[in-house]
């Protein structure tokens, strides 16, 4: 099985944008947290999280389609993959897999939730209120490229109420970004 740092290295040779490795790693986060609730595998389910935007950078106009060439020869299931492809096609009306709901689910919400960390005045991912982030997230001027109406549908395929939705993916993270600041990196 994949390590979690040969596919951060196999990341970081696809993905320059620094901003983006910040990004996967949030969604990494986002998905351990959810395969914990879930009593799934929070290692795969990690890993699917920080790969699932490894074409992007390369192929922006036709992302995720390229992932799977980056990705085949490294022994991972088919649902890993298929998920990583799902996430990017926003038409979907359904995803078939509970990894493919969730990884959909959390990419942009793990986006709305670095951008509200970046904008507090400690940059502190510690004590994020949940009423602070509705607040921002009803103000369509901040972070205007998330795209809130795939936030409620990724909540509503996985039969999560919003608010459960984003403290479960602001837990995900704060929990992360404590466990990547013992390896030596950060979220901000």
Known sequence: ?????????????????????????????????????????????????????????????????????????????????????????????????????TLFAVDSLSSFILAYVHVRPDKSFDGIPLKSIKKKFKDKAFARAVNRDLIIKGADDLGVNLDTHMENVIQGIVEWEHELNKMGFSLV
Do not use: Q
């Not at 009593?39 to 389910?45: C, G």
């Not at 950078?57 to 088919?78: C, G, I, N, S, V």
């Open 1 to 101: 099985m994949l390590t979690r740092t040969s596919a951060l290295e196999l990341l970081k040779e696809h993905v320059t944008s620094e901003s983006l490795v910040k990004h996967c790693m949030a969604v990494e986060g986002s998905m351990r947290a959810y395969a914990s609730l879930y009593n799934e595998d929070v290692d795969l389910w990690g890993l699917t999280g920080l790969l699932h935007d490894i074409d992007f950078d390369k192929h922006p106009e036709e992302h995720p389609m390229h992932a799977r060439k980056y990705l085949k020869d490294l022994d991972l299931p088919e649902s890993t993959l298929t998920a990583i492809e799902e996430h990017g096609k926003l038409e979907l009306e359904t995803r078939d897999t509970l990894i493919s709901k």
